[in-house]
C-alpha cells in the first residue's frame, strides 16, 4: 500500500476524522459524518448520484442528509445537463440555491488522464472531454434563506407562511430550513408547505466533542452566563460558526431571515451567518430577552439589519414602529 504513495484509514476511525480536517481537497461517493465542519477553503467534489435513482425526496432521510450535503459541495456530477437540472430544479429544487458547478463528461470522454479532473479544479481551466455549468443564475435572483421551526406554535409557522407567500418568485430562491422534526406527522407537514421551495432539515450533533454539545445546552438553559461572561460567548460564537459549517458548509446567502418562536440555535447561527442582509421576524424572543436582561436587550438588535415584531409588543417602545406586524 505505501508503494502507491496513498495512505489508507478506516471509515470513522480517528485517522479518517483527521484526513478529513486537514484536508485540501475532499473526493469522495458517500456522505461525510454529520459532525463533520467543512472549512471555507477546502474543496469538495462528491457526485450525489443518489439522486438520479431516487423515485422521491420527500423523506426526513433526504432533507436532513442529502439535502445539507449537497450545500456542502463545491463539485457534483450528472449524466447530462437535461438530467442535472430534471434532478435538480425539478424533482428537488434545491438546486436553485446551489452555488457549486456541475461536472459533465462529454462523449469523446476525457483526454488527459486521470489527473484531469483535479487538474481543472486546481487551475479553473478548461478540460478536454468535460465541462463544468451552474445550476442557477447568480447575477439576477438573489438566495434568501429562512431559520424556523416546524415544531413551534401555529402561530410561528403563520409567519413562515406569510414570509414564503410574500417572496417574489422572480427575483429570489427561497429555502426553510427547520430543526430536526422527530415525528412522521411534522416531517410531512413540512413537506406539504410551498413544495417548489426547497427545504433543509438538521440532524446531529453540533460538533464531534459531546463537551461542547452539552456546554452549549448549559449555555441555553443558563443564558445569564452566556450574557456576563466574554469568555463564554467567545466560545459560544465559535460554536456557532462550527455549527453553520456544519449545516450549510461555506454557503453564503443574500438574506438570512430568523422567523417565529425558534429559540436560541437559530438567532446565534444567524448572528454569525455569512449573508449580506439579516432579517429578525420575531413573536416572542424580544420581550423575552427585555423582561430577563432590560439593560442588555438592544444589544441583541444589533444582530440585524431590519427588525419586525407585533404592533402590541410594548417592551420596543417606539422603536422601529414602521416595521410593526400588523
Known sequence: MKKTGVDYVKEESREYLEALSQAGYIIGNMVLPGSFVK??????FNPMLEIYDRKSVETAEFLSVTARELLKTDYIYAPSKSKAKEAWLEKCTLGKVYDGNVIIEKKEGLKEGRGSL????RSQNAVPGMEFFSLRNQEERKKVLILSSWKAEREA??????????????????VIYSGWLGSRGDVKEFLAFE???PKVMGAGRMTLSEEDFLNYRMIEKNPALYLENPEIRRYMRMLAQREWGRLFGSSS????????????????????????????VDLDFLPYIHEKYPARWRKALT?????????DCQQLGDYGKENRLG
Open 157 to 174: 409557522k403563520l409567519v413562515v407562511r406569510k414570509l414564503a407567500d410574500s417572496m417574489d418568485r422572480e427575483k429570489y430562491d427561497t
Open 303 to 311: 444582530v440585524f439589519d431590519r427588525i419586525y415584531a407585533p404592533a
Open 195 to 197: 413544495k417548489e421551495i
Open 253 to 280: 446567502w443574500d438574506v438570512v431571515i430568523m422567523a417565529g418562536s425558534t429559540g436560541y440555535l437559530p438567532y446565534y447561527l444567524a448572528a454569525e451567518a455569512p449573508a449580506k442582509m439579516k432579517v429578525l
Open 39 to 44: 472549512k471555507e477553503a477546502q474543496v469538495y
Open 118 to 121: 483535479l487538474e481543472r479544479i
